[in-house]
Nanobody, 129 residues
Framework: QVQLVESGGGLVQAGGSLRLSCAAS????????MGWFRQAPGKEREFVAG???????YYSDSVKGRFTISRDNAKKTLSLQMSRLKPDDRAVYYC???????????????????????WGQGTQVTVSS
């Protein structure tokens, strides 16, 4: 049984930085792609960033150049370093584990939330003006 627990959310001023972490249980962490998604109030959940087992990384256009995703398979953790935060970044951020066991992953696969089998409870990120 896989469990994902996010942490690091909070309140930050626009232009500031925040680092989110996701702690995962289970041996399968190192066998699948991982991703970050977010959902703002009244909005659909959207893709933020994803990383394959091989280290392939893809970002949504809205965060590219500002966010950095990384993983540590030994520690079974997934991170999202966020910088130059904007009010539009305000949302609940979710850590997710892909269902497919594979080394490589395409951009389309990483960005499709339907390809993820496990989700964390989310952590709130609020960006003030």
């Amino acid at each position: 049984q896989v469990q994902l627990v996010e942490s690091g959310g909070g309140l930050v001023q626009a232009g500031g930085s925040l680092r989110l972490s996701c702690a995962a249980s289970g041996r399968s962490f190192s066998e699948t792609a991982m991703g970050w998604f977010r959902q703002a109030p009244g909005k659909e959940r959207e893709f933020v960033a994803g990383i394959s087992r091989a280290g392939e990384i893809y970002y949504s256009d809205s965060v590219k150049g500002r966010f950095t995703i990384s993983r540590d398979n030994a520690k079974k953790t997934l991170s999202l370093q966020m910088s130059r935060l904007k009010p539009d970044d305000r949302a609940v951020y979710y850590c997710a584990q892909a269902a497919r066991i594979a080394f490589f992953a395409s951009r389309d696969y990483l960005a499709n939330q339907n390809g993820y089998a496990a989700w964390g409870q989310g952590t709130q990120v609020t960006v003030s003006s």
